[in-house]
């Protein structure tokens, strides 16, 4: 998986751009980032330079099982071909460990990115990829300044109800607790009065045909959010079937990116708009810039990849303790 042209083009660009700044500076606010600076520095590191950027930098946010520079090697032509600036996290234990603790690398990057490119940033996330963005930007105001956009791709947002329940005799990775429905950190999240904090854009992305994050059909999608453009792919290429993973390359997705940062600045500014998306948008399974055959064996191989790696995660037996700050009205 993940072994070809890519992945030793896309393993030395991971290495072009790693950030060491400080970790905090007066404009920024929230709960005190609590990862030691040099973890949270080498989990930073941008493919494509957002130094001075002319265009919206992008920070792609991976979900659970992957590392960030994993998950980028299978959309990268498509990032190469939008050309704008990229940028990633490397969480701890592939993106598997307390999501408490993860939030805090995506809160440094975002702060990094912002510092390195001087404008706002637009953050692109699958799965719990998804989640983080909004986690960040509900306790860390300082980032509503800072983020323009944040596109999410089947997102855990409510949770999802697939998968053997998680329980002492059961153990799992500690995202996995927190992203079941009805899990400590996402009743609290979910308890918290906006769903789409700040003046910032949101669209959500989600198949009906999903395999891992579910409802995402009838009254309540787990991966839609009050508050943002809630887009079903079902509804813009209608009988397309699109997997778990694949919701990251769908040529959906990417039309929705590609349409939510072209409005700033525009009068019509704010999040994707399915009416814009250009009427090819369902003549290709995949973001422009990608090959249909490779991306299909990356993505059919991928799932292995996603659980090695979980079972080689460490597991607990009880989900994480929800921490005080995250218990109080978000600021």
Request: hydrophobic content about 35%; glycine content about 10%; some cysteine.
């Amino acid at each position: 998986m993940l072994r070809s042209r890519k992945t030793r083009a896309g393993l030395a660009a991971l290495a072009i751009v790693v950030c060491f700044t400080s970790t905090a500076s007066a404009a920024d606010t929230g709960p005190k980032l609590t990862v030691p600076k040099q973890a949270l520095e080498a989990g930073f590191t941008c493919p494509i330079d957002p130094t001075d950027a002319t265009k919206t930098p992008a920070m792609f946010v991976t979900g659970t099982g992957v590392s960030g520079g994993e998950a980028y090697l299978i959309g990268e032509d498509a990032f190469v071909e939008y050309g704008h600036p990229v940028c990633i996290v490397n969480f701890p234990d592939f993106t598997t460990a307390d999501i408490q603790v993860s939030v805090e690398y995506l809160v440094y990057g975002l702060r990094q990115e912002y510092r390195l490119a001087g404008r706002k940033v637009a953050v692109f996330g699958i799965s719990q990829g998804g989640l983080l963005p909004r986690f960040a930007l509900t306790y860390w105001p300082d980032l509503r300044h800072k983020v323009s956009d944040v596109i999410a791709a089947a997102g855990t947002q409510h949770g999802t109800n697939v998968g053997t329940p998680c329980s002492a005799v059961a153990p799992c990775i500690p995202a996995g607790w927190q992203q079941a429905a009805g899990s400590k950190l996402l009743t609290t999240l979910n308890s918290q009065p906006d769903e789409t904090p700040g003046n910032v854009s949101y669209t959500t992305v989600r198949s009906t045909s999903d395999e891992t994050v579910q409802p995402q059909s009838g009254p309540s999608p787990t991966s839609s959010l009050e508050g943002a453009s809630n887009i079903l792919i079902q509804d813009v290429c209608p009988g397309r079937t699109t997997s778990h993973i694949g919701s990251a390359v769908d040529s959906v997705t990417f039309a929705a990116i590609a349409d939510a940062v072209a409005q700033k600045g525009k009068q019509a500014a704010g999040a994707a708009d399915t009416s814009r998306f250009p009427a090819d948008v369902c003549d290709h399974p995949y973001a422009p810039g990608l090959d249909e055959t490779e991306t299909t064996g990356f993505l059919t191989g991928s799932g292995t990849l996603v659980e090695s790696q979980i079972n080689a995660s460490p597991h607990v037996t009880a989900e994480p303790k929800v921490r005080k700050v995250f218990k109080k009205p978000a600021p």
